[in-house]
C-alpha cells in the first residue's frame, strides 16, 4: 500500500507557542488529505478535510483559526496548532487518498503534549 | 455519525480465528464495508473493503451477509500482533469521502 509520513512523532511545548505537524505522501500524489485527533482511549475524530490549492473544510466544532491547515502541494500537508494549551495534548493523525487506489491512508501519528 | 455497531471488547487464543462482528442495518446500495484496524499508539491500517460480495486477502476474509445489514472480519490465524482495535467502517467508495470512525472492537489476542 501508500505510505504516509508524518513529522515530528512527538512534540512537547509550552502551552502558548504554536506547533506546525507536517503530513508527506511518499510514494503518491495526494489531492485530498484528512486530519483526525485522538484522545486516550477514544476513537479517531475527524477535525478537516485538505485539498491541495484551496481552503480546507473543518468539522462542526472545530476551531479554524486555531488549527490551521496549508496543502501546499500534492504531497504534503501540514496543521498547525496555534497557542496550543494541555486540552490540545493529544495524538494527531493524518490521512491521504491515493487516487490509484482510491483508499485512505494513514500516518503514524503525532503525540502532541502541551505543558 | 459511526453507521456500525461492533462489540467493545474480544478476546481470541493465539492460532484460533478470530471472528469479528459488524452491524451496519442502515448501508445504503452505493456504500462499500470497510475494515481498519490501529495497534496501541499507530495510524490505523487498511485490512480489507468489500461491497456484496465475500473478499480474501493475505491479512483476513470478510463475509458479508446476503442482506447486507452485518458482516465478519475473520482472521484466521490469530497472532499476538494482531491484538489492536478493529474498526467496521461503511462509506461510499469515492475516495474524496472521509472515513469516519466508531468505537471498534478491541480484539485481545492471548498466548
Known amino acids: 500500500g501508500a505510505v504516509v509520513s508524518q513529522h515530528p512523532s512527538r512534540v512537547i511545548c509550552k502551552s502558548g507557542t504554536s506547533v506546525k505537524i507536517e503530513c508527506r505522501s511518499l510514494?503518491?500524489?495526494?489531492?485530498?488529505m484528512f486530519w483526525y485527533r485522538q484522545f486516550p482511549k477514544q476513537s479517531l475524530m475527524l477535525m478537516a478535510t485538505s485539498n491541495e490549492g484551496s481552503k480546507a473544510t473543518y468539522e462542526q466544532g472545530v476551531e479554524k483559526d486555531k488549527f490551521l491547515i496549508n496543502h501546499a502541494s500534492l504531497t504534503l500537508s501540514t496543521l498547525t496548532v496555534t497557542s496550543a494549551h494541555p486540552e490540545d495534548s493529544s495524538f494527531y493523525i493524518c490521512?491521504?487518498?491515493?487516487?490509484?487506489?482510491?483508499?485512505?491512508?494513514f500516518g503514524p501519528g503525532t503525540r502532541l503534549t502541551v505543558l | 455519525d459511526a453507521k456500525t455497531t461492533q462489540p467493545p471488547s474480544m478476546d481470541c487464543a493465539e492460532g484460533r480465528a478470530a471472528n469479528l462482528p459488524c452491524n451496519h442495518s442502515t448501508i445504503s446500495g452505493n456504500e462499500y464495508v470497510y475494515w481498519y484496524r490501529q495497534i496501541h499508539s499507530q495510524g490505523p491500517q487498511y485490512i480489507i473493503h468489500g461491497l456484496k460480495n465475500n473478499e480474501t486477502n493475505e491479512m483476513a476474509s470478510l463475509i458479508i451477509t446476503e442482506d447486507r445489514k452485518s458482516s465478519t472480519l475473520i482472521l484466521p490465524h490469530a497472532t499476538l500482533r494482531d491484538t489492536a482495535v478493529y474498526y467496521c467502517i461503511v462509506r461510499e467508495y469515492s475516495g474524496n469521502t472521509p472515513l469516519v470512525f466508531g468505537k471498534g472492537t478491541r480484539l485481545s489476542v492471548i498466548a
Open positions: 490521512s491521504a487518498r491515493d487516487p490509484r487506489f482510491n483508499e485512505q491512508f
Open positions: 510514494d503518491f500524489q495526494a489531492t485530498t
